[in-house]
């Protein structure tokens, strides 16, 4: 069974840090790209990071560029979003999510997702 | 960037009844849409991508069309799981990808 569990999420002042964390198992983690995506606080979804199978290919929204780091660690087959200079803005559940790759695909399984609350 | 517009915002139906979604691009995007379902408090879920091909274990009764700007989601028929918010997402842009706002369909 494909699972992937997020953790690190909580409560943290506005400049601080958080590292998140997503579990993988269930799949070859090595053929597969991965990304996160957040959701604030009743709203829409918003793509947050992706990241390759072989890492030689990391992509951040601007909202995030500069700020957050994204990396992978395939001997223990997870992925790691390091969030720095946290704002406000940045509250939200984040979840990974396993990409199908290419344009024509989709991201075809979700962890639950780990709330981020950024707040003094 | 690509800018995704989904109607209406909110779709008050009943169950039996057929739903149809829509997702305008600010620019032509091929046929590279996806579509997912989000439950309250669950995770996304994929429905549809390349525009019309449905993703492993979705019921029939969800079908995908549309190519270039303008795209559709249809929901033959409303089981009462159906009620959730509907997400379409861009890939022309990938690995980048943006979401449109979102359209809740809910009981009537």
């Known amino acids: 069974e494909v699972k992937l569990v997020e953790s690190g999420g909580g409560l943290v002042k506005p400049g601080g840090s958080l590292r998140l964390s997503c579990a993988a198992s269930?799949?070859?983690?090595?053929?597969?790209?991965l990304i996160w995506v957040r959701q604030a606080p009743g709203k829409g979804l918003e793509w947050v990071a992706y990241?390759?199978?072989?890492?030689?290919?990391?992509k951040y929204a601007e909202s995030v560029k500069g700020r957050f780091r994204l990396s992978r660690d395939d001997a223990t087959e997870s992925v790691l979003l390091q969030m720095n200079s946290l704002r406000v803005e940045d509250t939200a559940i984040y979840f990974c999510?396993?990409?199908?790759?290419?344009?024509?695909?989709?991201?075809?399984?979700w962890g639950q997702g780990t709330p981020v609350t950024v707040s003094s | 960037e690509v800018v995704l517009t989904q109607s209406p915002v909110t779709l008050s139906l009943s169950p039996g009844e057929r739903a149809t979604l829509s997702c305008r691009a600010s620019?032509?995007?091929?046929?590279?849409l996806a579509w997912y379902q989000q439950r309250p408090g669950q995770a996304p879920r994929l429905l549809i991508y390349?525009?019309?091909k449905r993703a492993t274990g979705v019921p029939a009764r969800f079908s995908g069309s549309g190519s270039g700007t303008d795209f559709t989601l249809t929901i033959n028929s409303l089981e009462p799981e159906d009620f959730a918010v509907y997400y379409c997402?861009?890939?022309?842009?990938?690995?980048?990808?943006?979401f449109g706002g979102g359209t809740k369909v809910e009981i009537k």
């Open positions: 999510a396993r990409e199908l790759g290419g344009s024509a695909a989709g991201s075809d399984y």
């Open positions: 269930g799949f070859t983690f090595t053929y597969y790209s």
């Open positions: 990241i390759s199978r072989r890492s030689d290919q990391v």
């Open positions: 620019q032509s995007l091929s046929t590279y």
């Open positions: 390349d525009a019309s």
């Open positions: 997402q861009q890939r022309f842009t990938w690995p980048s990808v943006t």
